[in-house]
């Protein structure tokens, strides 16, 4: 099965070959709930997300990534900020992409359907915030957690 890899400031790291604009969404129910997924590549924690097509807007790939790893359809609300480094490297074990971090990070709230696992999600669920970071979850994804979660003034640029 294919396998993602995550690698951060590790000097055992592939060379980055490319670099693709992608979206994470850190999705809200009515109860203050995050939707979670847990991935098929890595069995790790995240929230929804995946790289920005041709001809999309940067809010219709949150909202499509969404509802195609979740099953939940979901409205933009805001940012919670930029997250570039170089030093973290992904790994693609299909193809040998090995991928520069770049992630924009938005908030949304539900509006509509069921947590629904999909090839990407093997699993999907509402996760009270108190027990978010309880997950297991690659570095960056926790930390993209935590700047939400901190409720900052200001969006995150990195």
Do not use: K
């Not at 055992?12 to 994470?24: C, E, F, G, I, Q």
């Not at 790939?61 to 409205?75: D, F, M, Q, S, V």
Request: with cysteine; net charge negative; aromatic share 6%.
């Amino acid at each position: 099965m294919a396998r993602r890899i995550d690698f951060y400031d590790d000097p055992t790291a592939p060379a980055p070959n490319s670099l693709v604009p992608s979206v994470n969404v850190v999705v809200t129910n009515d109860a203050g709930e995050i939707l979670m997924i847990r991935r098929s590549d890595n069995d790790n924690w995240a929230v929804p997300g995946g790289a920005i097509d041709l001809g999309e807007s940067l809010p219709e790939a949150a909202i499509r990534e969404t509802l195609e790893e979740t099953g939940i359809r979901c409205e933009i609300t805001g940012i919670v900020g930029t997250y570039t480094d170089p030093r973290h490297v992904i790994l693609y074990t299909s193809n040998g992409e090995a991928r520069q971090e770049f992630s924009i990070v938005l908030t949304a709230r539900a509006v509509e359907g069921e947590p629904t696992p999909s090839d990407e999600s093997r699993e999907v669920r509402w996760v009270p915030r108190q027990e978010v970071e309880t997950l297991t979850m690659d570095r960056s994804m926790r930390l993209r957690i935590g700047h939400y979660l901190a409720d900052r003034a200001a969006p995150y640029i990195g």
